[in-house]
């Protein structure tokens, strides 16, 4: 029996945030293919205004740390966790961690360039845990191994 097409989705959500087309594609891609729902943007700006429209929707936020406009990815990671302390964020930088700059608990730094296996196992593990294992994709799946 079909679902109607206004169910709600079951699949996992995630709002990427990069201002390079092709990493943005790229995670998109890579998140797409784990069964995660994916909606990107190309600032801090535009992704804390998606975030906004409905906190409760997502599972995982994916940001590169610089983006053009008046936020940051550091200033979208706090923004999230401030609204929900709980949600997996993954950061990705082209620069090393400044110990001295703080991100949320829930964060997770990855420096470019990173692999996709080291981007699907952190999206595995973020999802997992934020959505109650209600994943549709089995550990290492993916066509990108």
């Known amino acids: 029996m079909d679902q109607p097409t206004n ?56 940001t590169d740390v610089m983006t053009p406009g008046r936020r940051n990815g550091h200033d979208l990671a706090w923004a999230v966790a401030q609204a929900r302390p709980e949600l997996k964020i993954i950061v990705l930088s082209g620069y090393p961690r400044n110990p001295a700059k703080r991100y949320p608990d829930t964060a997770t730094y990855l420096v470019k360039p990173w692999s996709i296996p080291q981007l699907q196992r952190l999206v595995n593990t973020a999802v997992r845990r934020s959505s109650g294992d209600r994943s549709v994709f089995p550990e290492g799946a993916g066509r990108f191994e």
Request: aromatic share 4%; charged share 30%; glycine share 6%.
């Open 7 to 62: 169910a709600p989705s079951t699949l996992p959500r995630a709002l990427v945030v990069e201002d390079e087309d092709i990493v943005r594609e790229l995670v998109a891609l890579v998140l797409e293919d784990l069964g995660v729902e994916t909606v990107i943007t190309k600032s801090a700006d535009e992704g804390l205004a998606e975030f906004e429209k409905d906190p409760g929707a997502w599972d995982l936020v994916v």
